[in-house]
């Protein structure tokens, strides 16, 4: 098997150049804003703001949808009205990586200058604690952020303070054989960040493979293929899934691996999807995933194209407008179970039982359907 070289490729630079941004720790500003409103601009405005760089899609428990857009901040949709959200209004970047919500209802929205906190009042960003020791703890109800993956810290928030952390360090060169010296960035680089089923953390790294997380030790996962390729390619894992029968999937097609927790803890490798239900021999790394609440696996390639795995079969969705190749960043499941894509060239994606068609709000525009 091999990556999708072009496509793959430009994934990686991608995602990597947006990953030099500034960190978490260089925003500690506070900003009281009132409740955000909409912006006065043209129906034209709010189409190519919607048809652009949706990155990150959210729907929040009172059924409001955020979509986060790649440097034009973010876009709140009720249903029936629109709001704009930048840094006007109180977001430290306009650049969004991520949106969370805490049990308390309080919305965390995850940019490379930091994590700004909306109580539905006012925004805050989050000033990290650098805690003696490099600690580690692990709650249910922690939020997890890696900042745009910048340099090799993670961030936990326990619903007070935003600590900032390191994962512990591997023989690299010795166990993976990788050389490290010069390089411009860490080899611990976190790109995702997931949760299994027990609840345990995950973390991938550009080069330095996946970690796990239970909260008391780390369990490291270094494999070749979730390093650095022989032709020099780094994927990076960037998305962690557990199928239901208790395997982990770490952003590859060609393996996946089987925790042991009896006695010490190790795991085991198998081949993740039989060579000959695979419809296409050079598709190797996926870059978004998510289980549904039926268990299938469903995962993303930057190029356009979904896979779904139900534990025997995989199946292809191809997501394109017209001709044009759809750059796909995120996958996303809502509180309807309705799945959602993250694009990085033509906005939003919604699933509609048989495939993926451009979300357009009720409120705009509806496209001619000879058009479509």
Known sequence: MKL???????????LFISATFSSCKDQQRKTEVKEPLP???????????????????????????????????????????LKFITTKDGLNDNTIRGIQEDHLGNIFIETPGG??????????????????????????????????????????????????????????????GLNISGLSYSPYTVFGIDKDKQGNIWFGTVIAGAYRYDGES????????????????????????????????????????????????EYEKSPAVPLSSKPLDDIAYFNSGLIDVNGDLWMTEYGGDVWKYDGDQLVNFPVKNGEMDILLISIYEDRESTLWLGTDND??????????????PALLPQPNPVDQ
Request: hydrophobic content about 30%; overall charge negative; glycine content about 8%.
């Open 4 to 14: 999708r070289s072009d496509r793959a490729h430009w994934l990686i630079v991608l």
């Open 115 to 176: 994590v700004s906190k909306y109580d539905g009042k006012e925004f805050t960003t989050l000033e990290p604690i650098v805690p003696e020791s490099n600690q580690w703890q692990l709650a249910s109800d922690d939020l997890w952020f890696n900042c745009n993956g910048n340099a090799d810290d993670v961030y936990r928030y326990d619903g007070e303070n935003l600590y900032q952390l390191q994962l512990p360090r591997q023989d690299l060169e010795g166990d993976l």
């Open 39 to 81: 912006s006065s601009i043209s129906t034209e405005e709010l189409i190519f703001r919607l048809e652009r760089r949706i990155w990150v899609i959210h729907q929040d428990t009172k059924g409001n949808y955020w979509f986060g857009s790649n440097g034009n901040g973010i876009t709140w949709y009720d249903g029936s009205e």
């Open 347 to 360: 906005g939003a994606y919604r699933y509609n039982g048989e495939s993926f068609e451009k979300f357009i």
């Open 218 to 265: 780390f369990l490291w996962v270094g494999e070749k293929e979730l390093s650095r390729l022989p032709d020099g390619r780094e994927p990076g894992v960037r998305s962690m899934l557990e199928d239901n029968d208790g395997y982990i999937w770490l952003s590859n097609f060609m393996s996946k691996y089987k925790i042991n927790d009896e006695g010490p803890i």
